[in-house]
């Protein structure tokens, strides 16, 4: 009985624990982020190909502009997993840019065309060069963002859709900063950069803000995990394999240890 | 001189120990020079442990498996990664990306990272809850701090080789602790550097003192298994083994057991490592390490978290340092502080609960280490600190000395017969 009692105790005084950690959590949030459905989260998730497509549509459009995403090469956009442009296409996407390569037999350097093998073509030479164009603010490479923030892809696409005109009272904005719901600290350098119709969607899909969003989010959360399905076929077929040998392996020890445990 | 007298003054030499083999043909031929297979018989397979070991020993076995592998996938990294503070964050990208299933390598090994803390943190429970640090183990216990010193060691460096903004903050924080030593603290400082400023000369050291001391854990590790073949094994009802009623035979039994309890962590591994793979990571490990920028929390890995928090809760900073190392040191003096000479909590009431109350009170300190440094978290953190000292060095001695242990059955053999009968509790998940 007094046993009982102290096990008792201790898991009030876990209780307690938790539900004053998560006060403490709560107040220290922000806003709640959006959480839209994404195709590639839960234990067989997959990128939407279609939606991975307009995504990079999107990434070329709005976001090159100023965003590098220099850890990703052009041949990636055809690969398996990914947007799974057709061989055609990724040459014809790379071609679209000039590459500085060299230096030639001349010891001089020059332009050619970009080739699927090129890391795609970043808006500035360098990141003091990023900076003045922006008014001293760094646009983030965007090759492992998705990953890098906390919320992953929740939180870009909170970001992104976190724009209001309406700024709170207590918060002062200063020249060329905004105010993003999501953000922390709610404000941001960015100017809002979609809005309804930004891009043409060749597919059909209607522009509208939302979409967007989602389908550039989801590009880059395939930017920044490029074998995500892999992991996940992959991890389903390991904890299955592993499952079954347990359960065999649990059965095994079972009659090994009945030789002894009949006679205790 | 007589030659008898010759006999006599000098002792006879064997330099030649060749023969004693049990074993014939090739494998006898083997042993007879090289007696490993007859030690390998005598330790793993007709070897006796305690008949009444939990899945609590497990994590011994679970350990090794550990090692061994973040050994193999540490190797397969190391064949694509640049300790450059220019290339080590795309070289990492690179693996994650190109190199084929350099992903799957990548996680494995940051995962098993978090995962060989797990085990060892449940590992050094287990003695704890058991006494297994009481005579005649005390030498294997100290062994054991060793490696897990070596074990905060290389953990740490490893974390810094991805050069991510958590790997540089955290590297800075923890070299810059070294500051902290009277007189000669900055030239330490920058000694360890080998610079004015952590940079390419740290990394570069940092990467080969991960790979050095990864080895030194195999080397002590293997210390601390012989060790364990001498004293042998505790158990859960503390009590050593008289005859062949209480033990069984290492192997099939405990190999058997001991293979379900690694295959169950080993699937708890795959699922987090394949499904969750940077749950266990920073965010900010993502953003490639800028020396102009702070991040707002500097943060270090889920299991140095409670002892951070002691350094952290405390103003000075030489006082801090001395805190934090001696949080671990402190587990040396235990066989000492705790005289009581019945090992187990099963017949410990008093000193149960506060085992118990100490787990929690790790918890609580792994929260704080997390936590922003100031106003609430601070009196919570020392309050947890001064209990974490206060577990060793009064708690200690105070319940070995006054507690009344409850009454102990005779043997092992017994000891599971009163468990049949319901007399004794013991941890029932990992019993089954």
């Given amino acids: 009985m007094k046993t009982f009692f102290l096990k008792v105790n201790f898991i009030c005084i876990l209780l307690i624990f938790a539900f004053i950690s998560n006060i403490f959590y709560s107040k220290e949030a922000q806003a709640e982020l959006l959480k839209p459905n994404w195709s590639f989260e839960g234990f067989f998730g997959t990128f939407d190909r279609a939606s991975l497509q307009r995504g990079f549509q999107v990434y070329k459009e709005v976001c090159a502009s100023c965003h590098s995403m220099s850890l990703v090469s052009y041949r990636n956009l055809g690969e398996k997993g990914g947007p799974e442009f057709t061989e055609e296409e990724v040459k014809a996407i790379a071609s679209q840019y000039e590459v500085t390569d060299g230096p030639n037999a001349q010891g001089e350097m020059f332009t050619r065309p970009g080739r699927p093998s090129d890391k795609f073509k970043s808006p500035y030479p360098n990141e ?36 209001e005109e309406k700024v709170p009272e207590n918060i002062k904005l200063e020249d060329g900063v905004y105010y993003n719901k ?68 649990y059965l095994i020890k079972k009659k090994i240890w009945s030789r002894i445990e009949s006679k205790v | 001189m007589s030659a008898d007298n010759l006999e006599q003054k000098y002792k006879p030499v064997h330099t030649n120990k060749t023969g004693g083999s049990p074993f014939t043909g090739i494998t006898g031929w083997i042993d007879n020079r090289l007696p490993v297979i007859r030690m390998f018989k005598h330790e793993y397979l007709d070897f006796q442990v305690p008949k009444s070991l939990s899945y609590f020993w497990s994590f011994g076995g679970i350990l090794t498996i550990c090692l061994i592998l973040l050994i193999i996938t540490g190797l397969s990294l190391g064949m694509h990664y640049k300790p450059d503070t220019k290339y080590a964050f795309d070289s990492v990208e690179k693996i994650m990306r190109d190199v084929n299933f350099g992903w799957l390598i990548r996680y494995a090994h940051v995962n098993l990272t978090s995962f060989f803390f797990i085990a060892v943190y449940l590992h050094i429970f287990r003695s704890l809850y058991y006494g297994s640090y009481k005579e005649p183990r005390q030498l294997m216990w100290l062994i054991g701090i060793v490696i897990f010193f070596l074990m905060m060691a290389t953990a740490f460096l490893g974390y810094t080789l991805p050069w991510g903004q958590m790997s540089f903050w955290g590297a800075t924080v923890i070299t810059n602790l070294f500051s902290a030593i009277p007189f000669f603290g900055e030239s330490v400082v920058t000694w360890l550097w080998g610079d004015y400023s952590v940079g390419d000369a740290a990394l570069n050291r940092f990467y080969v003192l991960h790979w050095l001391i990864a080895f030194l854990i195999v080397g002590v590790v293997v210390f601390h298994v012989i060790a364990l073949h001498i004293v042998g094994s505790n158990n859960p009802s503390g009590i050593e083994p008289k005859d062949t009623r209480d033990t069984v035979s290492f192997s099939p039994f405990t190999t058997s057991k001991d293979l379900v309890g690694m295959l169950v962590f080993l699937l708890i591994f795959v699922a987090v490592m394949m499904y969750a793979p940077n749950y266990l990571g920073h965010p900010d490990n993502y953003i490639p390490a800028n020396p102009l920028v702070t991040p707002p929390h500097i943060v270090p890995e889920w299991y140095f978290l409670p002892f951070y928090a002691i350094l952290r809760v405390i103003p000075d900073k030489l006082m801090g340092v001395i805190a934090m190392v001696g949080s671990i040191a402190v587990l040396g003096l235990l066989p000492w502080l705790d005289f009581s000479r019945v090992r187990s909590c099963v017949f410990r009431p008093i000193w149960k609960q506060c085992v118990f109350l100490f787990v929690l009170n790790f918890f609580v300190l792994m929260y704080i280490g997390a936590a922003p440094a100031d106003g609430i978290y601070v009196v919570i953190g020392r309050i947890a600190t001064a209990f974490y000292f206060a577990f060793f060095f009064i708690l200690a001695p105070l319940v070995a000395a006054t507690e009344k242990p409850l009454p102990m059955p005779e043997s092992i053999h017994e000891f599971e017969n009163w468990k049949k009968q319901g007399k004794i509790k013991t941890i029932n998940i990992f019993s089954k």
């Fill in chain 1, 128 to 163: 003091n060069a990023s900076r003045s164009a922006n008014g001293g603010a760094y646009p983030p490479d965007m090759s492992v963002l998705a990953k890098a923030r906390p919320g992953g892809a929740d939180y870009i696409y909170s970001v992104l859709m976190g724009y």
């Fill in chain 1, 182 to 249: 999501y953000m922390s600290g709610n404000k941001i350098r960015m100017s809002k950069p979609l809005s309804d119709g930004s891009v043409e969607y060749s597919d059909g899909t209607k522009a509208s803000e939302q979409q967007m969003a989602k389908d550039v989010t989801s590009f880059m959360m395939w930017a920044a995990e490029p074998h995500l399905e892999v992991r996940k076929k992959l991890g389903f077929k390991s904890v299955l394999y592993l499952l079954i040998l347990t359960i065999l392996v």
